[in-house]
Nanobody, 128 residues
């Protein structure tokens, strides 16, 4: 059974940082890309960053480029999203997701429909 569990969200001031974790189980780690998404109230789910199963391919959405770093440890079945210089518009529920492919779907920001398995999400609030 495929499972993805996010953690690490919370309240942070503008300019601050967060480290989000996605721990997954139920499949061979390096066979599938993992992507982080976020969803703000009243908005569509938006892709933030993707890392391929082999970690050779990394893609960022324009809104996150330069502020986000995605990494992966297949031995620990974990994908990390480090977000720096957070802005109020980064507020939302952050999800990790898995599809049926090893590489990243482009554009990352609009790839949500391609993913089949989702975690329950972790809330991030950026506010002073």
């Amino acid at each position: 059974q495929v499972q993805l569990v996010e953690s690490g969200g919370g309240l942070v001031q503008p300019g601050g940082s967060l480290r989000l974790s996605c721990v997954f189980a139920g499949f061979t780690s390096d066979d599938y890309a993992i992507t982080w998404f976020r969803q703000a109230p009243g908005k569509e789910r938006e892709g933030v960053a993707c890392i391929s199963g082999s970690t050779e391919i990394i893609e960022y959405a324009p809104s996150a480029k330069g502020r986000a770093t995605i990494s992966r440890d297949n031995a620990k079945n974990t994908v990390i999203l480090q977000m720096d210089d957070l802005k109020p518009e980064d507020t939302g529920v952050y999800y990790c997701a898995r599809g049926t492919f090893r590489g990243c779907v482009r554009p990352v920001a609009r790839s949500a429909a391609r993913y089949d398995y989702w975690g329950q999400g972790t809330q991030v609030d950026v506010s002073s």
